[in-house]
């Protein structure tokens, strides 16, 4: 856990909320806590002495943390207030009274640190394409002319009255292929023509040609058409309006006039290629991110996937389904994630809150709505602590295993009634939540979706959740390392909080975690599986034909059954609790074929025999000669050195039959008539 703050303010917003200094006190020891009624205003003197101290502060209030953060810059502050919203989520509420736990709870959560970000650049010099169907796309680069350096495209049915003056170029075509981003866009023109100055009552345009292309660092997409990209909505530099929504328009034009420059976005997923379990020998296993990306900016590179961190837009749905932990999410990682939930967990608990729901939100969409329903509403229920994520898609089940661990009832993640791209990611972490947590005997349905646009029908929701138990004794476990080690451990400590405890639990296709069955009769121990399992699940021992499995090590990705030439191969997605502490298995083993001639071991013997079996009386080779025959018992060096000593001829062949032609079936043909 973080070191709690040394002081802590809080006040009742004039009154408008009960505050439990004392309670706040006891759940964060070691602490000083300043009440207030007015800190912002009539009481800003209190916070102005407490920053000079230097302590480690905390502030209660988001909505004033501007002028507390100018206070403390003319104070000469050395370090920055962290800021907690404890009244829209927890004091203006009809359930106030009790919420005492969960503001201790919300205020321990935010001194928990988290790890710098790193960024990736953009830079945009404000060269910019206007896209549209009719003159409307004229007009807007008119309004856009002056800012940035513009080029107007009209689709080729487009009618435009030629401008008076030619302050940008017009031209005409149909986009067949557009990629990039903000400062790096590239677009394919079909149908390319520039206009005619002497266009007299409509443009006009000269030669067309396909396959034109354009570079911009802006593109303004009034066309009407489809989107130029997937998720177009989350693509920097993008802008694509309804062309008869004049007010939209309006609003990507003056937006449009702001991305000049050089501009940082946070490099949101973190990517090691030698974890990655996409493919091996052009064999592709794992592509759970490339089928969850809405954005397209996860392809295939060989082995692995590559992540263009230009393109992508943060859903986090690939770091919350790969299987190794190759992709993992930066804002924040999951280690730090659980370190937040165990601090808002522990503290509330020890306040002495009972039956704990987390809502994890996002800050655009779910603050709004939380802060709705705290000033139109009812607010939120004392016992509904909510954890602000950049994206809800971005939770994976290790954070869902280690809320249940540390003591919750139940999880539900606020989304839009519409979402801005496809939550088939997040679907499907629910359902494998659901089904591990139905398993180890938690009862009910624990993990949901909230997709809500009003207030009221989030208040709805969450005020009908029924309390249900958590774990007995909730586990107290801090988690660090990468995000595979971390789902691992949460696991693992479900597994010793849960209910009802049992060994194996099935899981869905598609789970991270399972077995594999083999035919062990067809197997013939070739070993194929072992070069291509990424993981080091499946191995080989260098002393004898052995194939060995370690369940806890196996991603499911498939990359052993097809690569398996005799398809003896099967998955079997299931958790196996033991498999963390348990050696591997050997699913196979053999004698090895010794060489005849030297004793050397070279090849599995029945495979050797099986071949030997075949072969003799049956090949031309291999008819008369044992000598031949135990050639196939030997080594590769002594097999070379026989050959030579015997003079061997493998082009010793009985002579075969002349090829017949269509002449020779003709003249057979002639002599049965005769």
């Known amino acids: 856990m ?49 920053v000079a101290d230097g302590a480690p502060l905390v502030v209660a209030c988001k909505q004033e943390a501007p002028l507390f953060s100018d206070v403390a810059d003319e104070a000469g502050a050395d370090r920055t207030p962290d800021f907690v919203n404890i009244r829209e989520t927890a004091g203006w509420s009809k359930d106030a009274a009790r919420a005492g736990p969960k503001i201790a709870a919300l205020i321990a959560a935010a001194a928990e640190s988290e790890p710098d970000v790193p960024f990736v650049s953009l830079a945009s010099e404000g060269v910019a394409l206007v896209y549209g169907k009719d003159e409307q796309a004229i007009e807007a680069a008119t309004l856009l002319k002056e800012q940035l ?38 677009i394919t023109v079909d149908n390319y023509a520039t206009a005619s100055p002497s266009s ?58 702001d991305l000049v420059g050089a501009f940082d976005k946070p490099r949101y997923i973190s990517f090691a290629e030698d974890l990655c379990a996409h493919s091996r020998s052009k064999i592709v296993g794992c592509r759970r991110c490339l089928d969850l990306c809405p954005t397209g900016a996860i392809t295939p590179a060989g082995d692995h996937v590559a992540i263009d961190a230009h393109i992508c837009a943060g859903c986090g749905q690939c770091a919350a389904a790969c299987p190794t932990g190759a992709a993992a999410y930066s804002l924040p990682p999951s280690d730090a994630l659980l370190r937040k939930l165990r601090t808002l967990l522990s503290t509330y608990r020890d306040a002495g809150g009972k039956h704990p729901i987390v809502l994890f939100q996002d800050a655009e969409h779910g603050n709004a709505l939380i802060d709705a329903l705290a000033r139109h509403g009812d607010g939120l229920p004392a016992n509904v602590l909510p954890v602000e994520v950049n994206e809800v898609t971005q939770v994976g089940l290790e954070a869902i295993a280690a809320s249940f661990a540390y003591g919750v009832s139940a999880v539900r993640f606020l989304i839009r009634a519409k979402p801005r791209h496809d939550i088939a990611g997040l679907s499907k972490t629910i359902a494998l939540a659901e089904t591990v947590l139905g398993g180890l005997g938690f009862e009910g349905s624990r993990v949901a979706t909230i997709e809500a646009d009003d207030p009221d029908v989030l208040g709805s ?48 296709d598609g789970a991270p975690f399972g077995t594999i069955e083999v035919d062990v009769e067809g ?55 033991r498999a963390a502490t348990a050696t591997a298995r050997i699913i196979k083993q053999e004698e090895p074929a010794e060489c005849i001639q030297c004793g050397k071991p070279f090849g599995v013997k029945s495979s050797v025999e099986r071949v030997v079996a075949k072969l003799e009386g049956k090949h031309w080779m291999y008819k008369d000669s044992k000598k031949r025959l135990d050639v196939i018992r030997m080594c590769e060096d002594c097999r070379v050195v026989v050959m030579a000593e015997e003079q061997f001829d493998p082009s010793g062949a009985p002579k075969r039959a002349p090829v017949r032609t269509t002449d020779d079936y003709i003249r057979e043909r002639e002599q049965k008539e005769r």
């Open 2 to 50: 973080a070191e709690r703050p040394r002081t802590i303010l809080i006040c009742s917003c004039d009154d408008t909320m009960p505050i439990d200094a004392d309670g706040v006190r006891r759940a964060c020891r070691g602490t000083e806590v300043i009440e207030g009624r007015q800190l912002c205003r009539a009481e800003l003197e209190r916070f102005r002495k407490a």
């Open 461 to 508: 929701a969450l005020w009908a959740i029924i309390a249900l138990d958590g774990a007995a004794k909730p586990a107290t476990f801090s988690a660090a390392g990468r995000k595979r080690e971390v789902m691992r451990l949460a696991l693992r400590e479900l597994h010793a909080t849960a209910p009802a405890p049992v060994d194996i639990v099935p899981l869905p």
């Open 523 to 577: 197997c013939t121990l070739c070993l194929s599986c072992v070069s291509a399992c990424p993981t080091g699940a499946l191995s080989d021992n260098p002393e004898r034909p052995t194939l060995r499995f370690a369940e806890d090590a196996c991603v499911q990705c498939g990359l052993c059954k097809a690569t398996c030439p005799e398809k003896v191969i099967r998955l079997r997605p299931q958790i196996d609790f």
């Open 200 to 257: 007299r009552g409509a443009l006009e345009f000269g030669p067309e040609r396909n396959g034109a292309v354009s570079r911009c660092d802006i593109l303004i997409d009034l066309s009407g058409g489809p989107s130029l990209f997937p998720a177009g909505d989350l693509r920097d530099g993008y802008l694509r309006v309804d062309p008869g929504d004049s007010a939209a328009v309006l609003r990507a034009v003056l937006k449009a006039r």
């Open 149 to 186: 350096d513009i080029t107007v495209l009209l689709r080729p049915d487009a009618e435009a009255v030629p401008p008076r003056v030619t302050e940008f170029p017009v031209v005409k075509g149909s986009v067949r292929h557009a990629k990039g981003y903000l400062g790096a866009f590239e």
